[in-house]
């Protein structure tokens, strides 16, 4: 058990392993923040229905939060203190699974959720994805990395890296759990859709 315990430790705190975990959030927030960048005064409007900060911090939190999107998808793609990066990552992950949980508890499922620029309503599988999405940050922001060097260096170290067996394995894993958490929310996606009540259709006024 002691020996499977620290192949576990050994392969979260490997390199691709934490590379893996970078680049997926990196990718995440950049898309979040070009979605958002692109209907700036659109999600303004929607952080102020959610209805969780007063109407003058929600006005601040919906103009600054694209630009910290970026910004922090920017660093993590830079892989430069990387567990920092991850825990602001997952703060931010946090306040975004707080804000969904509070609407679903209010039963405003009508809202939408402003993720990557899609017209997705609130529901279960949005406060799943959030959920998924803390445990790339946490294991950045948690797990010991390789003591960091200079950018040049690790950038050399990349374009030499020769990968070992157990490089190897750990590569497989991550992109497999990576598969299993697309397939999840997809899955998620889709029974929300076919459990959703059809609208009536309500015929229009007659023109006087």
Known sequence: MEGDHQ????LLCHSAALVLSRLLLAGVFLISARSKLRDRRGFVQLVVAYRILPLPLARLYGHLLPWLEAGLGLWLLLGVT???????????????AFAVSIN?????????????????????????????LLLPALHLALLPAAPATDAVARLIQVLIWRPAPLDWLAL???????????????????????????????PRRARS
């Open 7 to 10: 192949m576990a430790v050994s």
């Open 82 to 96: 990387a567990q920092y990066a991850g825990a602001l990552a997952g703060l931010l992950l946090l306040s975004f």
């Open 104 to 132: 679903l508890l209010r039963r405003r499922r009508y809202l939408a959720c402003g993720c990557f620029g899609s017209h997705e309503t609130l529901g279960p599988a949005t406060l799943l994805r959030e959920v998924l």
């Open 172 to 202: 497989a894993l991550c992109l497999a759990g990576l598969a299993a958490i697309s397939r999840l929310g997809r899955a998620l996606l889709t029974l929300q859709a076919l459990g959703k009540p059809v609208a009536p259709h309500l």
